[in-house]
């Protein structure tokens, strides 16, 4: 594509160059039509190429314009723009103009001090390489001499017979200096200059102006001001002599006059001009090689002043069409297709990764996809749309959690279900693999049912079983007056039903099913307070004959998740976290409260399952308030059943089958467990005030739980996950 640019550009620069040299070749000199002769002031027989404001359009030459004013007594000459100038003298056999500042004319009374700064650096020479008749005028005299104003703060006495000479100014007529000014001229001569290490402190320049007269007697150093006044006011001479040279003698030729009565020229050497570069070879070849590099090294200069944010390059443009195109071509076009071009590649590669990161991510949804088809799960597949149309948009929020949030929705056979939308998951799908490959499979009473499941970009969803009567947490921790609260009779068959729903996950199915998050909210109730085991996005899959499950990182809920998790020298890990994990939920479904309080009255009663487990040793009888005998029956086998299940070795705990058996048992065949402990060797003490009371009911140890309800610290809710590599 660059390649075809650039041939393309380079044969585009020869036809134009070809075109340019065609013109040069056929055009003929250009004579204007002179105007009427006119006079104004003391300047008689203006003609050609000056014309009056007042003459016709057509004719003379519009560079040359004059302005005739105050009654016909003053001509004046634009240079610069808005520079007038008063015209002296025009010289018509030698191409000359002298001209004079209108301030040094008109401001009489202010000492004839030049308005308009001029230097020979506002004129191109008379004939040089960068000089192609483009200007109307050049300065007659090669090295004009200065005249420099300067304004003091403070008097200046000059003391060096050879430095420049202050000139004392008088500017008492003067209202925009004032009286507090000291304003000095100083002329530069070619016996002696002047630079800016010569200007005295405390003095700034003023303006400046030029002209073409010595001053007289400069040796002895006596200068006054009036005759630095009728120097300046002798004024500057410029030339239109190189516009002449190009009537007669066409572009790029040098000339000279011969004959200053007749105003004769002769034409010199042709020269021929290609940006910077001058040259006698002036062929047809040589044309076409010159302009095409020409313009091609304006399209370079053009394209490397837009890349480098620099216009140094361009400061003083050579006044040459192919050049000057060339340059504009680089700049603007050329600079702006590239940009563009690059801005349409940038973009090209964002499409182009974000294409790759998505089918990345796609692959990993895919593989998730055919992982549940191809182990031909029961549950069944959901678009996003059929989830979205299912819930109503998201209408009812049913609950928050750390994995997202649950809506109720309705199925098209009009049956409720609860739809988890995840939020935050496993980047590689796994925990999402986890629920469905784990509870698709599972059809008992105890255990939540999965009715399907949604896989559709990042969008994941899990729909269920609808439970009325939400988590059990709200039941056994919750003590408002409108909630509903449970007999012991109904939480002893709640406590059943959750044994039987974990003994089944750990016997009951082809594979071993750790949940490894049994907690309160994990366990839904259905309309007839069935509960349900749910939420296995921590569980995982072992053969019935895998005693020990392979596991690298803690998983669960603190405050429910068993010492072997975290001490390696008391077990490895099995089915018997499951066993420690119901054990403490079992213990706050008696008790109706967290197991830990940290703002007990007593140290023993800080950790409620020490508290239960002393009252037991000491003999005591533990009643529950407003309860019968009968319940006080079964909250005293609930205890014990749960201390059985929360020992710190997981050899000393029971299987799920004994803690169904035993919970069905009589409380008399159970016997009074081991002292559970946080951690291995662990040492308890006991405060005095706990052994005073032979007999403690519930309600007075109940009674310090005035938290009820609230988050305990060091029983955080927020799910362990694990990191597997």
């Known amino acids: 594509m660059v390649k075809k640019t650039s041939n393309f550009l380079c044969k585009l620069s020869i036809i134009i160059s070809t075109i340019l040299l065609l013109f040069q070749l056929t055009h003929s000199t250009n004579h204007h039509q002179p105007c009427p002769p006119s006079s104004c002031g003391k300047v008689h027989n203006i003609t050609y190429p000056f014309k009056l404001k007042t003459d016709p359009i057509n004719c003379g030459d519009p560079r040359y314009e004059l302005e005739c004013t105050n009654n016909n007594s003053t001509l004046l000459l634009s240079l610069f723009s808005a520079k007038k100038y008063h015209v002296q003298h025009i010289d018509y056999n030698t191409y000359k103009i002298i001209l004079t500042d209108p301030g040094v004319v008109e401001d009489a009374t202010c000492s004839f001090i030049p308005r308009y700064f001029l230097s020979e650096t506002s004129f191109k020479p008379i004939f040089g390489p960068d000089d192609f008749g483009s200007e109307p005028f050049t ?61 005295r402190v405390g003095c700034s320049l003023m303006v400046a102006t030029l002209t073409g007269t010595r001053l007289s007697e400069i040796g002895n150093g006596n200068v006054s001001y009036d005759e630095i006044r009728r120097v300046v006011g002798e004024g500057f001479v410029v030339s239109w002599l190189p516009i002449v040279c190009e009537d007669e003698c066409g572009k790029g030729v040098d000339c000279e006059v011969v004959d200053e009565i007749s105003g004769q020229v002769k034409c010199d050497k042709r020269y021929c001009h290609y940006a910077y570069h001058t040259t006698r070879k002036c062929g047809i070849l040589y044309q076409i090689i010159g302009y095409t590099t020409a313009y091609l090294r304006g399209i370079v200069i053009g394209i490397y002043s837009r890349i480098s944010f620099s216009t140094r390059l361009l400061d003083n443009p050579v006044g040459l069409q192919y050049f000057d195109g060339g340059v504009y071509i680089g700049r603007n076009i050329i600079s702006s297709l590239f940009a563009i071009r690059i801005l349409f590649g940038v973009a090209f590669l964002i ?150 729903g974990i003994e089944y996950l750990h016997q009951g199915c082809d594979m071993q099913i750790l949940h490894f998050d049994i907690k309160p909210h994990n366990i839904l109730l259905d309309e007839n307070f069935i509960p349900k085991v749910s939420d296995f996005g921590l569980a995982r899959l072992y053969p019935l004959d895998c005693s020990i499950a392979p596991l ?155 938290h009820h309800g609230q988050i305990i610290t060091t029983h955080q809710e927020n799910s362990v996950r694990e990191i597997e590599t």
Request: glycine letters at 8%.
């Open 351 to 500: 499409l182009l990764l974000i294409y790759k990161w998505r089918r990345r991510h796609l692959s990993i949804y895919e593989g998730i996809e055919s992982f549940l088809l191809d182990n031909n799960f029961n549950p069944i597949r959901y678009d996003y749309k059929e989830i979205k149309k299912m819930s109503g948009g998201f209408k009812v929020k049913l609950g928050q959690g750390g994995f997202g949030s649950v809506y109720k929705g309705k199925l098209r056979s009009g049956v409720d279900v609860a739809i988890k939308m995840l939020s935050k998951f496993n980047p590689n799908g796994q925990d999402f693999i986890n629920e469905v490959a784990t509870i698709g499979r599972i059809h008992h009473v105890n255990v939540v049912h999965l009715v399907g499941y949604c896989v559709d970009g990042k969008k994941r969803a899990l729909v269920y079983d609808f439970m009325p009567n939400g988590s059990l947490d709200k039941y056994i921790f919750s003590k408002e007056e409108s909630s509903v609260h449970l007999s012991y009779a109904k939480i002893y068959e709640i406590s059943l039903g959750i044994a039987h």
């Open 139 to 199: 300065l007659y005299h090669i090295d004009p001499y200065r005249v420099a104003y300067f304004n003091c703060t403070n008097p200046v006495i000059t003391n060096d017979a050879y430095g420049p000479k202050y000139v004392k100014v008088d500017t008492s007529n003067c209202t925009e200096y004032g009286t507090n000014g000291h304003v000095y001229a100083v002329m530069e001569t070619r016996l002696f200059g002047y630079s800016v290490s010569d200007i």
């Open 552 to 706: 690298t990182v803690a998983r669960g809920t603190l405050g429910y998740m068993a010492p072997e998790l975290f001490y390696n020298n008391i077990g490895g890990l099995s089915y018997k976290v499951d066993v420690y994990s119901f054990g403490m939920l079992l213990m706050e479904m008696t008790s109706k409260r967290k197991n830990s309080n940290p703002h007990a009255e007593h140290s023993s009663q800080t950790y409620f399952p020490f508290w239960i487990h002393d009252q037991f040793l000491e003999e005591k009888d533990i009643e529950i308030e407003n309860g019968s005998d009968e319940d006080n029956g079964v909250a005293k086998k609930m205890f014990i059943v749960a201390l059985w299940c929360i020992q710190l070795k997981p050899s000393d705990r029971p299987s799920m089958s004994k803690v169904v058996e035993m919970l069905e048992g009589k409380i008399e065949s159970l016997e009074i467990p081991p002292r559970p402990s946080y951690y291995p060797q662990e040492r308890f003490q006991h405060d005095e005030d706990d052994f005073i009371s032979h007999q403690t009911s519930w309600s007075d140890s109940s009674s310090f739980d005035h």
